[in-house]
T-cell receptor, first 114, second 114 residues
Framework: GENVEQHPSTLSVQEGDSAVIKCTYSDSASNYFPWYKQELGKRPQLIIDIRSNVGEKKDQRIAVTLNKTAKHFSLHITETQPEDSAVYFCAASTIGRSQGNLIFGKGTKLSVKP | KAGVTQTPRYLIKTRGQQVTLSCSPISGHRSVSWYQQTPGQGLQFLFEYFSETQRNKGNFPGRFSGRQFSNSRSEMNVSTLELGDSALYLC?????????????FGPGTRLTVL
């Protein structure tokens, strides 16, 4: 079945630095890749997603890149701020698959030090 | 709009018992999905319901079941509880079918099995 590997499991950066989280997936049919942010004690929230017909998507300080050939995608956060501290989950799914589901990576705990 | 709500928020059960968790989606959302979150396994998809029908199912044993009512509210049942079922159970809703759309998560039900 589909498997999503996420690295690193923990990441510590200084405020203002960039942070990069990488995920690889196993099912070449996967075509939808969301990223969720979960702050301590709170519910996960979608921060950005990408579909396989594009290679990159940006939203202010956040960007996601997708390499379909290598089957990996990455989250890039620039100019990090303390409020970016959270656990980030990548996931993969297949649009249109009637029995598809959403497979998550194990998460990356990002700490931004002021 | 009110967000996704889940009841109860906390639950303590003993091995062998069964439990029912409830989820009320955002008004107008017809898709409800359930997820299990544990420190070791992260976020894992359980199943998705849309228009009272199960559309997707993750890799969980048959002890985990669910249903959806005509008002889109959903319940999840776990029978013959095991210690390993201790987890945060999150439900999420979406306006359309398919977990490849933004999932709006509830606060979760923290289940402890003793």
């Amino acid at each position: 079945g589909e498997n999503v590997e996420q690295h690193p499991s923990t990441l510590s950066v200084q405020e203002g630095d960039s942070a990069v989280i990488k995920c690889t997936y196993s099912d070449s049919a996967s075509n939808y890749f969301p990223w969720y942010k979960q702050e301590l004690g709170k519910r996960p929230q979608l921060i950005i997603d990408i579909r396989s017909n594009v290679g990159e998507k940006k939203d202010q300080r956040i960007a996601v890149t997708l390499n379909k050939t290598a089957k990996h995608f990455s989250l890039h956060i620039t100019e990090t701020q303390p409020e970016d501290s959270a656990v980030y989950f990548c996931a993969a799914s297949t649009i249109g698959r009637s029995q598809g589901n959403l497979i998550f990576g194990k998460g990356t705990k990002l700490s931004v030090k002021p | 709009k009110a967000g996704v709500t889940q009841t109860p928020r906390y639950l303590i059960k003993t091995r062998g018992q069964q439990v029912t968790l409830s989820c009320s989606p955002i008004s107008g959302h017809r898709s409800v999905s359930w997820y299990q979150q544990t420190p070791g396994q992260g976020l894992q998809f359980l199943f998705e319901y849309f228009s009272e029908t199960q559309r997707n199912k993750g890799n969980f044993p048959g002890r985990f079941s669910g249903r959806q009512f005509s008002n889109s509210r959903s319940e999840m049942n776990v029978s013959t509880l095991e210690l390993g079922d201790s987890a945060l159970y999150l439900c999420a809703s979406s306006p359309v079918a398919g977990v490849y759309n933004e999932q709006f998560f509830g606060p979760g039900t923290r289940l402890t099995v003793l």
